[in-house]
């Protein structure tokens, strides 16, 4: 029996979902987890250099660290077809021991031109302390030496209104740096207008304990809109979720928000802040 004929089109934006992981700790995760991000459509996954879980006592553990970073973490992700890339600093949490913060900052440049790496971060504050405001401080003066992009981490709870007022004087009184080259991480209700008027894009960390819910995020959203703005999960060695980004999706999309507005806030603007840099590449669909 002749069977109609029927006409296939091409895969859009309605028949799929894609996204980037903007900023996710893989090194804390499991290769499941890599296995369960693609499967749900995460065409890149881009990791700040972290805490490890405890104060690393040298720069030799910074160097390793940086090398898995560059390295072997780019291989794993490999094996489930995931581009992965990176950012390198010292993370606030152990920015109070200077003069080893200036040791690992004098190995960074060594890695900077390593092809997964984006820039400069995740810098920023933690407890808003002296010591963490000088390595903050040199870790933007390194930035603009080098050229680079800057991912900034901003303090929680109660300490997250000062540290994001002091984060963003320093970023505005180094007259080389360019806000719409920084991204301001963590925002919450109370943070995030001052973030994006001041020219900076933000990002909203998805945690089912902490920083913001799926629902606060989407709130934020219909507030303030897209524009300079995007989703991440973290999924680090706490409480974390690293699917939160496509579930808010999922929750966008029942909220009534069209594909194409998901589409730019979960894929579109990661890509083009990232784009910045000349080694960030995305795989062709």
């Given amino acids: 029996m002749k069977l109609k004929s029927e006409t296939i089109n091409s895969p859009?934006?309605?028949?799929?979902?894609?996204?980037?992981?903007?900023?996710?700790?893989?090194v804390s995760r499991v290769t499941d987890d890599y296995l369960d991000m693609v499967t749900a459509g995460c065409q890149a996954v881009c990791e700040p250099a972290f805490w490890a879980g405890f104060d690393r006592s040298s720069v030799h553990g910074f160097y390793d660290y940086f090398c898995q970073l560059t390295e072997h973490e780019p291989k794993r992700a490999a094996k489930f077809g995931l581009s992965h890339f990176t950012w390198l600093c010292i993370n606030p949490k152990e920015s109070e021991d200077v003069k080893l913060a200036q040791e690992v900052l004098a190995i960074i440049p060594k890695f900077l031109d390593r092809p997964n790496v984006l820039g400069i971060g995740e810098i920023g504050l933690n407890k808003n302390s002296r010591n963490e405001m000088k390595v903050l401080e040199m870790h933007v003066d390194l930035a603009a030496r080098e050229n680079q992009l800057i991912l900034v981490h901003t303090p929680h709870l109660e300490d997250k209104l000062k540290g994001t007022r002091l984060i963003i004087d320093?970023?505005?009184?180094?007259?080389?740096i360019k806000p719409e080259r920084c991204i301001i991480d963590h925002v919450e209700e109370h943070t995030i207008e001052m973030v994006l008027e001041a020219g900076f894009w933000a990002g909203m960390t998805l945690y089912p304990e902490s920083k913001c819910t799926s629902a606060r995020a989407i709130d934020m959203v219909e507030m303030y809109g897209s524009e300079r703005l995007w989703m991440n999960s973290a999924c680090n060695w706490g409480v974390s979720v690293p699917l939160a980004v496509p579930r808010t999706a999922l929750e966008m999309?029942?909220?009534?928000?069209?594909?194409?507005?998901?589409?730019?806030?979960i894929y579109q603007n990661p890509a083009r802040f990232m784009s910045q840099c000349p080694r960030f590449k995305l795989p062709k669909l």
């Fill in 253 to 265: 999309r029942r909220r009534g928000h069209g594909a194409e507005a998901i589409d730019k806030l």
């Fill in 170 to 176: 320093v970023l505005k009184s180094d007259r080389r």
């Fill in 12 to 26: 859009t934006i309605n028949d799929f979902m894609r996204y980037i992981e903007p900023h996710g700790h893989m």
